[in-house]
């Protein structure tokens, strides 16, 4: 596949997937019966989430109401944005397949890179101490002051998109992109590693600097096609703010609580 890649700039590699999407659809032929059956054990797992929530109905009982329960009512009758069950469990099943890994993946690369440069990491986890001191715990209302550990997180999402090859697209018209004819219906995946190291566009690419985040009207939200680690245009990630919200917390809550280091043999 690397070498089907057609660098239509150093940066924006629209790679000729083609021979992968055989790839794909020859595995899938070869492995349908354990597509099936795991699709049955995926479905057999939604409907036991989905009766557990209908047992235990959190209005008027102790358990706090969750995502589930918030689908389950759009499930009910005269719902005026009815979804069906089939809608739930898609939903449910987005949220697994679509936030937990690239969400983990970012808290990971900010802790790893942080470890690695314990200036940064000093700076983070000073900034945390100090805007939680006197409360009760890690909350959302706090997130709007953590203005170095969101560049942090931008800056690992720079370094280390968790979809690095974003996912595939069709464009729906012939169109010319560097000199390059990429035809109708043509598949291609736009390298959002490749434009998060480009030195044209990024100085000093390679260190990690949240710093350079600083001042920087560059944002994540699809708007500067320079920094996509969420993509870009009407299939951009729905999650954007549900995952910063998440990766915030997992990242404030370790470092209001943990100090680290490298150990000797990795420094
Ligand atoms: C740091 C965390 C995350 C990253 C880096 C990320 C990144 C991405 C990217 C690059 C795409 C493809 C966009 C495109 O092709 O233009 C995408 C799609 C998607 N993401 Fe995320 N995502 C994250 C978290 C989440 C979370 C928390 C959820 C759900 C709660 C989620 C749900 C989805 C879904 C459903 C799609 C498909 C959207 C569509 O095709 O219309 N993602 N994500």
Same mark, same amino acid.
Not at 28 to 35: C, G, I, N, Y
Not at 94 to 111: N, P, Q, R, Y
Not at 157 to 171: G, V
Not at 181 to 191: C, D, E, F, P, S
């Given at each position: ?10 940066? +924006? ?10 790839? +794909? ?21 939604? @409907? ?5 929530? &209908? /047992?235990? @109905? ?21 719902? $005026?944005? +009815? ?46 101490? &100090? $805007? %939680? ?9 706090? %997130? @709007? ?13 720079? /370094? ?43 100085? @000093?690419?390679?260190? %990690?600097?949240?710093?350079? +985040? ?27 703010? /549900? ?5 915030? &917390? ?18």
């Amino acid at each position: 596949m690397i070498k089907k890649t057609l660098a239509l700039s150093s940066s +924006f590699a629209i790679a000729n997937i083609y021979p992968s999407v055989k790839l +794909f659809r020859r595995l899938s032929r070869l492995m349908k019966p354990d597509v099936e059956k795991l699709h049955k054990v995926l479905d057999e797992i939604l @409907d036991e989430i989905i009766d557990e929530h &209908r /047992m235990t @109905d959190s209005r008027g009982s102790e358990r706090r109401e969750d995502l589930v329960d918030v689908l389950l009512k759009h499930n009910e009758p005269g719902n $005026v944005n +009815f979804l069906t069950i089939e809608n739930v469990k898609a939903v449910i099943t987005d949220m697994l397949f679509g936030g937990i890994d690239t969400s983990a993946l970012a808290a990971d690369w900010s802790m790893a890179e942080m470890m690695r440069y314990p200036e940064v990491l000093k700076e983070a986890q000073d900034e945390v101490r &100090r $805007v %939680f001191k006197d409360k009760d715990g890690i909350d959302e209302a706090g %997130f @709007d002051q953590l203005d170095y550990l969101k560049m942090v997180i931008k800056e690992a999402l720079r /370094m280390h998109p968790p979809l690095p090859l974003m996912l595939p697209r069709a464009n729906s018209e012939a169109c010319e992109i560097n000199g390059y004819k990429v035809l109708a219906n043509g598949w291609g995946i736009v390298n959002a590693w490749a434009i998060g190291r480009d030195p044209k566009i990024w100085e @000093d690419p390679d260190p %990690f600097k949240p710093e350079r +985040f600083r001042d920087n009207a560059v944002d994540y939200k699809g708007l500067n096609f320079e920094y996509i680690p969420f993509g870009a245009g009407r299939r951009i990630c729905p999650g954007i703010s /549900m995952s910063f919200a998440l990766v915030m &917390r997992l990242l404030a809550t370790l470092l209001y609580h943990f100090d680290f280091a490298l150990s000797r043999e990795y420094r």
